[in-house]
């Protein structure tokens, strides 16, 4: 069984900061969490970064230039968000694909005021 933890969310004004992270539990040994996604009331869930093993990065056009993802292993996963938006606002999840099946975790609400 795979478990997934974000933290890091709350209540910020709009141009502060907060970082999420993510811990993954587990038996599994080949547990890579890979990216960050979030969801806003009555959307799809989009993604917002991902990382490879080997530490390359892409970003969703929205947040590139403000929010940084980082690992320290394959089962922690950090996401610097500088400069934020009200329109960042939602709840972000962690997601790691494990031999073919997609973990989420419970997610984290990140709320941006104006």
């Known amino acids: 069984q795979v478990h997934l933890v974000e933290s890091g969310g709350g209540l910020v004004q709009a141009g502060g900061s907060l970082r999420l992270s993510c811990a993954a539990s587990?038996?599994?040994?080949?547990?890579?969490?890979s990216a960050w996604y979030r969801q806003v009331s009555g959307k799809q869930r989009e993604l917002v970064a991902h990382?490879?093993?080997?530490?390359?990065t892409t970003y969703a056009d929205s947040v590139r230039g403000r929010f940084t993802i980082s690992r320290d292993n394959a089962k922690t996963v950090y996401l610097q968000m500088n400069s934020l938006k009200p329109e960042d606002t939602g709840v972000y999840y962690c997601?790691?694909?494990?031999?073919?099946?997609?973990?989420w975790g419970k997610g984290t609400l990140v709320t941006v005021s104006s």
């Open positions: 990382i490879t093993t080997d530490g390359s």
């Open positions: 587990g038996n599994s040994f080949d547990i890579n969490v």
């Open positions: 997601y790691a694909p494990i031999r073919g099946i997609n973990y």
